[in-house]
């Protein structure tokens, strides 16, 4: 059947395309890795997704969450992909953030996996697009399509500058994902203020994360044939250095 990170993935589009059909679109916007990974072919999974949420209020956001995951559909439409929801828990639910922490349990094995859906009440920022998930990614796990306004590229870019220079523990991933932006051609046009601002701190981070921490961090999450590649130190410094190379070239 499907892999551990495989079935993480269809139930954020199975949620996706549920909440989609109960909210309007226009009022979140997908981010963070799953944004990179249904819209711009990254190799990595995520074991969690984040949106930016407008305008709702909390208690109608989670009356909306709480009724899709337990409606009969929904129930339904999980247990044809051969999973199913053994345990919800909302431990965070205030007028900034809303978090939900699932357990999916394979119908097959009974493997129980985490993941957790997160929404952040912010602005918006201003580079977004209302489009369908990759078709591919949405093919070879038989769903139909799933369409969501969600970040674009130099947004994203901007998002992921901030997120490694303002972390409290630095993250492998961030650097990771900086690659395939700049591989997308962010970082052409000028940074937002925000990220501008924090541009030396994320350089510095991203020369200051060894192997092992990327090793530890990332590349589990990655789709299996590009697993053997990237366990070479080699590969990592690479990327390292190429990423530092990108950003630095930002400043010039």
């Known amino acids: 059947m499907w892999s551990d990170r495989e079935a993480v993935e269809i139930f954020h589009l199975l949620f996706l395309r549920a909440f989609g059909a ?15 990974r249904f819209f711009f072919k990254s ?6 997704m984040d949106l ?3 305008t709702m209020a909390v208690g109608t956001l989670r009356n909306n969450v709480n009724r899709l995951l337990e409606s009969p559909s929904f129930v339904q439409l999980m247990r044809a992909s051969g999973m199913e929801l053994s345990d919800v828990a909302q ?29 952040s009440r912010r602005a918006f920022d201003d580079d977004k697009a209302l489009q369908p998930v990759d078709a591919d990614i949405v093919r070879a796990y038989r769903l139909y399509p799933v369409i969501v306004q969600h970040y674009t590229v130099d947004a994203a870019f901007a998002q992921k500058v901030v997120a490694l220079a303002m972390r409290g523990q ?3 991933r961030d650097v990771f994902d900086l690659k395939l932006l700049l591989d997308a051609g962010a970082g052409e046009k000028r940074l937002p203020a925000p990220a501008a601002t924090h541009l030396g701190a994320a350089i510095d981070h991203a020369m200051g994360i060894g192997y092992d921490e990327f090793a530890g961090q990332v590349l589990a999450y990655l789709a299996p044939e590009f697993q053997e590649y990237y366990g070479s130190r080699r590969a990592w410094s690479d990327l390292q250095d190429q990423v530092v190379g990108g950003l630095q070239a930002i400043t010039s």
Request: hydrophobic share 30%.
């Open 22 to 36: 109960r909210v309007d679109k226009a009022l979140y916007c997908l981010k963070g890795g799953c944004n990179l």
């Open 43 to 48: 190799i990595r999974y995520s074991e969690d």
């Open 52 to 54: 930016d949420v407008k």
């Open 91 to 119: 431990p965070k639910q205030t007028a900034t953030t809303q978090r939900w922490k699932l357990t999916l349990r394979i119908t097959e094995s009974g493997v129980r996996i985490p993941t957790k859906i997160e929404f």
């Open 170 to 172: 630095v993250q492998a």
